[in-house]
């Protein structure tokens, strides 16, 4: 079956613009994070997605930084009047269940954003 | 403190070489799960095992091996016969049963194949 998909790919953008990075997770997967990755960094947990709960938006750096999850699949993560430190790899996973310790999390391809 | 740690930033070897990556990690959990993923240079993570903390059997798969060994804290992971294609960063990352579904990351390891 399909894996996790993300759009677009890589996206440029100028300082200031706001941008909309759009996650599809694995069919059947209730539960979805988003990640940031800066160039050589390890990943930086943003915000979780499960079912129809409330999403934990306690890695979001700024209040610049949304996301929604609409129909209980897709996702857009928003990034408002974007800077340039926001430039970096954003990735999306989803897993099957309840995302509890034990779930396995696969990883969409990222999208590569280059704030100029 | 960091909880997962990889020590080793970069490692190089030549093909056909073998290379263990490092990978200790600390938790007061009983209950716990380690992963390991790899990230080649087109970027996609690709999840490569799930261990939980009472599981601690060696596995093999192929090339791959992982040792998970509780009393040091530790799981590491072998590539044997090394080959370019196996040229990417590696992560290692800690599920805690008290963290519920957050994935805490190692900040990875660079691994180059020389031909």
Do not use: M
Not at chain 1, 29 to 46: I, P, V
Not at chain 2, 28 to 48: A, C, H, I, M, N
Not at chain 2, 52 to 66: A, H, V
Request: aromatic residues 12%; hydrophobic residues 30%.
């Amino acid at each position: 079956g399909a894996g996790v998909s993300q759009s677009p790919s890589n996206k440029v953008t100028e300082k200031g613009k706001d941008v909309e990075l759009r996650c599809d997770p694995i069919s059947g997967h209730t539960a979805l994070y988003w990640y940031r990755q800066s160039l050589g960094q390890g990943l930086e947990f943003l915000i979780y997605f499960q079912g129809n709960s409330a999403p934990d938006k306690s890695g979001l750096p700024s209040d610049r930084f949304s996301a929604e999850r609409t129909g209980g699949s897709v996702s857009t993560l928003t990034i408002q009047r974007t800077q340039q430190e926001d430039s970096a790899v954003y990735l999306c996973a989803s897993s099957f269940s309840s995302g509890g310790a034990s779930e396995t999390q696969y990883f969409g391809p990222g999208t590569r954003l280059l704030v100029l | 403190a960091q909880k997962v740690t990889q020590a080793q930033t970069e490692i190089s070897v030549v093909e056909k070489e073998d290379v263990t990556l490092d990978c200790v990690y600390e938790t007061r959990d009983t209950t716990y799960y380690l992963f390991w993923y790899k990230q080649p240079p087109s970027g996609e993570l690709v999840f490569l095992i799930r261990r939980n903390s009472f599981d601690e059997q060696n596995e093999i798969s192929g090339r791959y091996s992982w040792n998970f060994q509780k009393s040091t804290s530790s799981f590491n992971f072998t590539i044997t016969a090394s080959q370019v294609v196996d040229s990417a960063v590696y992560f290692c990352a800690l599920s805690e049963t008290n963290s519920n579904y957050q994935l805490i990351w190692g900040a990875g390891t660079k691994l180059i194949i020389k031909p």
